[in-house]
């Protein structure tokens, strides 16, 4: 399953480069479980950076890590960040 977690639009020149910093809290990788709770799991997530779905620019694989699942709280809010530096 594909999930948007961030995006921003970045104008670049035809044919220049930008470097991105994206930063994206490992609570945003959480799911709603069968009781309505956001739930954070250890597992692989592959982390997909593009201009849409459909054209993907790079790809990653990022390890969550630790022993037990954990139950985010109910205001817990989603804030990430992109910046062009």
């Known amino acids: 399953m594909k999930e948007l977690k961030t995006f921003a639009r970045v104008s670049v020149e035809p044919h220049a480069k930008v470097r991105l910093r994206v930063r994206l809290p490992v ?3 959480n799911f709603t479980d069968a009781r309505g ?4 799991e250890p597992g692989e997530f592959e982390l997909m950076i593009g201009s ?3 054209d993907i620019h790079l790809n990653a ?3 969550v890590t630790g022993v037990a699942t954990r139950t985010l709280e109910r205001d817990w809010r989603m804030v990430s960040e992109v910046q062009v530096i």
């Open 61 to 63: 694989t990022l390890n």
């Open 52 to 54: 849409s779905s459909r």
């Open 37 to 40: 709770e956001r739930i954070v």
């Open 27 to 29: 609570d945003m990788l």
